[in-house]
């Protein structure tokens, strides 16, 4: 049974820096994307960014290139999502998602196939 488990959620201030991790188990990995995506109140579900197993390949949505790295541990089945400079703006709860996305459906949440619960993050003003 495939399993992604969020952890790092929290307060932060904005301007701060935070990091989010993925844990996955219950099969092997290899082809598959991970990606991460957000979801604020009353907005739709975002994609953030996503990293392929097999060759480290990112990808990032335009509003957090350059503030946000997305890395994975492969001998740990992490997926981390290292976020700087954060706004209040991206208050959401972030999901960790696994697929096996092309690479123009990267972005796209209906192309992942296992979901995490999502872990809290809060960014005050």
């Known amino acids: 049974q495939v399993q992604l488990v969020e952890s790092g959620g929290e307060l932060v201030q904005a301007g701060g820096s935070l990091s989010v991790s993925c844990a996955a188990s219950?099969?092997?990995?290899?082809?598959?994307?991970m990606g991460w995506f957000r979801r604020a109140p009353g907005e739709e579900r975002e994609f953030v960014a996503a990293i392929r197993w097999s060759d480290g390949n990112t990808y990032y949505a335009d509003s957090v290139k350059g503030r946000f790295t997305i890395s994975r541990d492969n001998a740990m089945n992490t997926v981390y999502l290292q976020m700087n400079m954060l706004k209040p703006e991206e208050s959401a709860v972030y999901y960790c998602a696994a697929g096996r996305p092309s690479y123009g459906n990267i972005n796209k949440a209906e192309k992942y196939d296992y979901w995490g619960q999502g872990t809290q993050v809060t960014v005050s003003s």
């Open positions: 219950g099969r092997t990995f290899d082809g598959y994307a």
